[in-house]
């Protein structure tokens, strides 16, 4: 299971996201807003991350209008690794270096054709590991000091 969510402005794109991954048949659990009604990004980024630390799910999208205010307050929740990723190299590199459980997009950004492939490999890539898992263990250990 994923976890999703939205400000106003990162909305219509999450619209077309839950479309795509209604598609590909993946599941999901929308987090909110529920409607394109000014609300505040750090929110909704506790919500979705509050999902993934208890287990719920195990990765999350989330949108805002640029992608950046939603990850900074994501990554502010221990045990979250949020990039915000407007293409698809580096959303399949995040995966794959630093094992990123986030993926965050601006949706006054991207638009939703390149978003729906960002969205594919994020979650279809994996961690590599080896000395990558060396460099996230010390990403954890800064969240200690
Ligand atoms: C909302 O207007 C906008 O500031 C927010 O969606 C986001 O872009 C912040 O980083």
């Known amino acids: 299971m994923i976890a999703?969510?939205?400000?106003?402005?990162?909305?219509?794109?999450k619209q077309e996201i839950k479309q795509f991954l209604d598609e590909q048949g993946v599941e999901y659990l929308d987090v909110g807003c529920f409607e394109p009604v000014s609300c505040d990004y750090p929110d909704i980024a506790e919500a979705l991350?509050?999902?993934i630390t208890a287990g719920e799910c195990d990765k999350g999208l989330l949108f805002c209008g640029t992608g950046i205010g939603i990850s900074m307050a994501a990554n502010k929740v221990k045990g979250i690794r949020a990039a915000c990723c407007d293409d698809y190299f580096s959303a399949k590199y995040t995966r794959l270096h630093n094992d990123a459980n986030v993926l965050c997009m601006g949706g006054r950004v991207v638009g939703p054709?390149?978003?729906?492939?960002i969205v594919n490999v994020f979650l279809n890539t994996g961690f590599e590991g080896g000395k990558h898992a060396r460099r996230v263990e010390k990403i954890a250990a800064l969240e200690e000091k």
Do not use: Q
């Open 113 to 117: 054709g390149e978003a729906c492939e």
């Open 49 to 51: 991350c509050a999902k």
């Open 4 to 13: 999703i969510g939205s400000d106003h402005a990162g909305f219509p794109l």
